[in-house]
């Protein structure tokens, strides 16, 4: 069974952190990329970083404070958010899709065959 959990969002204020995390069922962490896209009300949807292999990839309004790692045991991807701002806010999906195809271009949306539920971010004071 193919599946996406995350967990970890809620309320922070501006300049803290939160972890988010993705539990994956039935994609195999050596042929499928998974990443975290969001989106915020009234905004298109947009990648925010993704990891296959060693491989990792940021997009430029996070770099310096999100990081994406893996724990291969656990069937887990993590997203570490520090120095966090209101324009964060957004809900937040874990995607997942064939590393062949989503090493060509990492966030465009058609390269991932697999969303999960999404889990709401919020930054505010």
């Known amino acids: 069974q193919y599946q996406l959990v995350e967990s970890g969002g809620g309320l922070v204020q501006p300049g803290g952190s939160l972890r988010l995390s993705c539990t994956v069922s039935?994609?195999?962490?050596?042929?499928?990329?998974i990443g975290w896209f969001r989106q915020a009300p009234g905004k298109d949807r947009e990648g925010v970083s993704c990891?296959?292999?060693?491989?990792?990839y940021y997009v430029d309004s996070v770099k310096g404070r999100f990081t994406i790692s893996r724990d291969n045991a656990k069937n887990t991807v993590y997203l570490q958010m520090n120095s966090l701002k209101p324009e964060d806010t957004a809900v937040y999906y874990c995607?997942?899709?064939?590393?062949?195809?989503?090493?060509?271009?990492?966030?465009?949306?058609?390269?991932?065959?697999?969303w999960g539920q999404g889990t709401q971010v919020t930054v505010s004071s």
């Open positions: 995607v997942a899709g064939l590393s062949t195809r989503v090493v060509r271009s990492p966030f465009a949306e058609y390269n991932y065959d697999a």
């Open positions: 990891i296959f292999t060693s491989l990792t």
């Open positions: 039935g994609f195999s962490f050596d042929t499928y990329a």
